[in-house]
Structures are given as structure tokens and as C-alpha cells.
């Protein structure tokens, strides 16, 4: 292995969006996450609906919501 060209492996602090922090080793002192796997819907089994245009409510208006009456056809 060649001397003088790899980065120095140090203490690396990985801090998440939702607040879990992570002690491990790293070419980087810190990295920031957006979504770790404590908040991700896959690995926690909770899914957040994010709708920024109201496109649910402009569905659920035009098809109606399940179990309604009133049906088109």
C-alpha cells in the first residue's frame, strides 16, 4: 500500500433530520442525514401521505371516497 495518499479514518458523529445520532469511524468529522433508518417508513412501518398540492382531496372529489353511495356507472 502506498504511503501519504489515503485519508486519516477518524471519529465520525452522523446526526439525522429526526434527531438520532450515530458515534462511528469516517473520512469526515460529521455527516447530516435527511432520513435514518429510525424515520424511514420502510423500516419503521408508518407512511406519511405528504400532499402539497391537494391532490388526495381533488381524487377522493372527483371519484368519490370508498364505501359511497353515490357510483359512477
Known amino acids: 500500500m502506498k504511503t501519504n495518499?489515503?485519508?486519516?479514518?477518524?471519529?465520525?458523529a452522523i446526526t439525522c433530520a429526526c434527531g438520532?445520532?450515530?458515534?462511528t469511524r469516517g473520512v469526515q468529522p460529521e455527516m447530516?442525514?435527511?432520513i435514518c433508518?429510525?424515520?424511514h417508513p420502510f423500516f419503521t412501518g408508518k407512511?406519511?401521505?405528504?400532499?402539497?398540492?391537494g391532490r388526495i382531496e381533488k381524487f377522493e372529489r372527483k371519484y368519490g371516497k370508498k364505501g359511497d353511495?353515490?357510483?359512477v356507472g
Open 5 to 12: 495518499i489515503h485519508p486519516d479514518y477518524i471519529e465520525c
Open 20 to 23: 438520532a445520532k450515530v458515534e
Open 32 to 34: 447530516h442525514l435527511e
Open 37 to 39: 433508518s429510525q424515520c
Open 47 to 53: 407512511q406519511r401521505l405528504v400532499d402539497s398540492a
Open 69 to 71: 353511495s353515490a357510483q
